[in-house]
């Protein structure tokens, strides 16, 4: 059985926070159990795009800055690591991200390096049977002595959920995560090799961010900040997704990926054999929007993997929000984002025959100009349920 620690927290004020981090990181048993003097510890916040933490698209500096204290206080170092989505020919939307979410300020502030993953050496790792046949992972990832995912509760609109395992996609180096998602268009594999970049990074410990998530069409500008009220932590990254996705709806089985770690033994995702431990519980009243792919997580596999391009929601330019800055175009894997000159009317396009649905695009868009259309039955079977 696996425990998972979630205590209530209610505001981003430094003391709330970093009493709940400790509270939640003293229900494991406390971080000595896990972690010792000198150790080499990377925290590997979600930084998904450059945005300021009132969007609550990435993870909340203060968190990051109770969870660094914690380690520092046990005389180990720690780093803070990461590669944001998307992907700019001319600059790095990392070295934005540090900025604009806080976290600069932070590692600043404490004396903690930070490490862009778009720009440190890497190592194959070679993973028999794995549906990548082998990774670059950056150096840091393969020699830190622990690895703590930190990651913000939200939704998302290709795997419906995003939290402590799926923030190690961010481990990926920029490019190389586009050329996953081009490889693997499918949600069935695209969920496989998210589970296959768990086994091999093994991040020890999980520390989330609940304490305003983000619900609706998730992960980017187009989801819908919702106040949950948590900090969450475990060592079984599996059982807090589980448990943080309870929150915001979704049943056990609807999280494909979480239940194919379980599968290959990562974790455990059935709530009836996790145990909670902490002051946080729900209001019945609390209810929040889910993407609008939700009804995929009701097909079998097998139609997933039929009907999954035909089903899922297409993106579309909002052509009134949209100010061409063009960060989509690098973004896309497919190149299916296209200029259309006319005169004066200059434009950009998605080109269907092109697109894979993989949604970069819209979790990129610094301005909310990318919507998600829906499915025709989808969006009336939602109707009537
Ligand atoms: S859709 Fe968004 S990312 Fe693409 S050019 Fe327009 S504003 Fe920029
Ligand atoms: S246009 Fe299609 S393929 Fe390109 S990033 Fe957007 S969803 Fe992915």
């Known amino acids: ?111 903690v390096e930070m490490i862009n993953f778009d720009r440190v050496a890497t190592r194959k790792v070679v993973n028999p049977g794995s549906t990548v046949e082998n990774f670059k992972l950056p150096l840091p990832v393969l020699e830190a002595d622990f690895i703590i995912s930190l990651p913000k509760l939200k939704t998302h609109g290709l795997t419906l959920f995003t939290g402590a395992v799926k923030n190690l996609y961010g481990v990926i180096p920029g490019m190389k995560k586009m050329e996953y998602h081009r490889r693997f268009p499918n949600p069935n594999q695209f969920m496989e090799v998210i589970v296959d970049i768990l086994e091999l990074v093994g991040a020890d410990l999980a520390i989330m961010d609940g304490i305003i998530g983000l619900a609706g069409d998730g992960p980017g500008s187009s989801g819908i900040p919702c106040e949950v009220g948590s900090i969450l932590a475990s060592n079984d990254l599996v059982a807090l997704d589980i448990v943080a996705a309870s929150y915001l709806g979704y049943s056990d089985s609807q999280i494909k990926y979480l239940n194919l770690a379980a599968q290959r033994e990562l974790g455990i995702a059935e709530l009836n054999k996790i145990r909670t431990k902490g002051d946080f519980s729900q209001p019945e009243y609390k209810k929040y929007d889910l993407p609008s792919n939700v009804l995929l997580s009701y097909l079998p596999n097998f139609l997933l993997r039929l009907l999954s391009q035909v089903l899922m929601s297409k993106p579309v330019i909002d052509q009134q929000s949209c100010t061409q800055c063009k960060s989509c175009l690098d973004s896309c894997p497919q190149q299916a984002i296209v200029e259309q000159k006319n005169g004066e009317d200059n434009h950009l396009e998605i080109d269907e025959s092109k697109c894979i649905k993989c949604l970069c695009c819209q979790e990129i868009c610094p301005f909310d100009a990318i919507r998600l259309k829906e499915n025709l039955l989808f969006k009336f079977l939602r109707y009537l349920g």
């Open 1 to 111: 059985m696996s425990l998972v620690a979630s205590n209530s927290c209610d505001r981003y004020e430094e003391d709330v926070v970093k009493e709940a981090v400790r509270k939640s990181v003293d229900e494991l048993g406390g971080l000595d159990k896990f972690v010792s003097k000198d150790d080499q510890v990377l925290i590997k916040p979600n930084l998904l795009s450059p945005k300021a933490p009132k969007e609550a698209i990435t993870t909340h500096p203060l968190v990051l800055k109770a969870v660094i204290e914690l380690v520092q206080q046990l005389g180990a170092i720690p780093v803070v690591g990461e590669s944001s989505g998307g992907f700019l020919v001319e600059e790095s939307l990392t070295a934005q991200a540090f900025d604009k979410t806080g976290t600069r300020d932070v590692c600043q502030q404490l004396d």
